[in-house]
């Protein structure tokens, strides 16, 4: 493994999402990182990829350096060739070049912009640090794809121990326009794990076809989680009336009483979750959202030894 942007980078994601379960039966500690530094640069906040991908590091024996780059850095430029005589202080090739030569590896956060669906599905920021970067870059979400998250999110549904089991992709409300990247990224890795999937979400909410084509669609949440095992709930904006939030009929809130219409499913949501508006309390209180949040902890440490391994 070069990078860590995206399931295509992965030689072998089963075996990936099997170490990650072993490393939670039996955290061993590996000192591959002795002597090695990973960047953790954030265009975005974070408390789960920030904490758990510091963790992960440290257990490996790794220095971490973080920057909040948007809060204490420079002014990125991201446009080649522009004459900067504007508010951005420093050009991204710049920028990348001089962090990752303090580092072994380099992480970066940056979210979608929801205004430029070229730009943001162009992954630009993300594209910049990898021709850039003279070290292995890992992806902590960028604009499409949030693959910590789901090869946690693999592992976690794995660790349920159900054979193939039927896991339904929920759009839910949220107050304001959100990216598509971890349900997309969450589509994206479900086929390395056996599983029946389907999406649901409002009549305007079609995700891009090249990651929703191929598994069952509906409208009808209730339809849906009929024979659920595992219920993900996640909110995005529009992909086709790129970042518009088009008004929606009936209720998408998961309630105790949706999930009563499943087979006792689990509940998970990537976090942070906007109580009683995504789900309500009692969903939230009865899942298995922090072992998942948890899981994150060995999803890095997992992508990181590899990473070193090949350094
Ligand atoms: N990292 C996991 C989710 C990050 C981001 N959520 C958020 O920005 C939620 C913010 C809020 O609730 O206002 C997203 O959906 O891609
Ligand atoms: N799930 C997740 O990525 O959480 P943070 O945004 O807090 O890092």
């Not at 956060?109 to 970067?133: C, M, P």
């Not at 107050?175 to 990224?185: D, E, G």
Request: aromatic residues 8%.
């Amino acid at each position: 493994m070069k990078h860590f942007t995206s399931i295509e980078d992965v030689d072998d994601p089963q075996q990936l999402i099997q170490q990650v379960v072993d490393l939670k039966q039996n955290p061993t500690s590996s000192s591959v990182g002795r002597q090695k530094t990973v960047g953790l640069i954030f265009f975005n906040p974070s408390l789960r990829t920030r904490l758990s991908t510091q963790k992960a590091a440290q257990n490996l024996g790794m220095d971490v350096i973080v920057l909040n780059i948007s809060k204490d850095s420079w002014k990125v430029e991201f446009e080649d060739g522009t004459v900067m005589d504007g508010i951005s202080q420093e050009h991204i090739k710049d920028t990348v070049k001089v962090i990752s030569s303090y580092c072994d590896i380099l992480a970066v956060r940056s979210f979608a912009t929801l205004r430029d669906r070229e730009k943001d599905y162009g992954e630009q920021v993300l594209n910049n640090f990898i021709e850039h970067s003279s070290v292995p870059v890992i992806s902590m979400e960028s604009a499409t794809l949030h693959p910590l998250q789901s090869l946690t999110d693999m592992a976690t549904i794995a660790d349920i121990g159900i054979k193939k089991p039927k896991v339904v992709l929920s759009w839910t409300p949220h107050p304001k326009p959100l990216p598509q990247a971890v349900a997309n990224s969450f589509l994206q890795w479900l086929p390395a794990i056996e599983a029946d999937i389907t999406i649901t979400h409002p009549q305007g909410y079609e995700l891009a076809e090249s990651f929703a084509d191929g598994f069952m669609q509906t409208y009808d949440q209730e339809e849906a989680f009929k024979d659920a095992n595992v219920i993900y709930a996640k909110n995005w904006s529009s992909y086709t009336d790129y970042g518009a939030t088009p008004n929606v009929n009936g209720t998408w809130t998961i309630t105790p009483e949706k999930m009563a219409l499943t087979n006792q499913a689990e509940f998970m949501h990537c976090l942070p979750i906007r109580r009683n508006v995504v789900a309500s309390d009692e969903v939230i209180d009865h899942s298995i959202v922090y072992q998942q949040a948890k899981n994150r902890e060995y999803a890095a440490q997992a992508v990181l030894q590899n990473l070193l391994e090949n350094l």
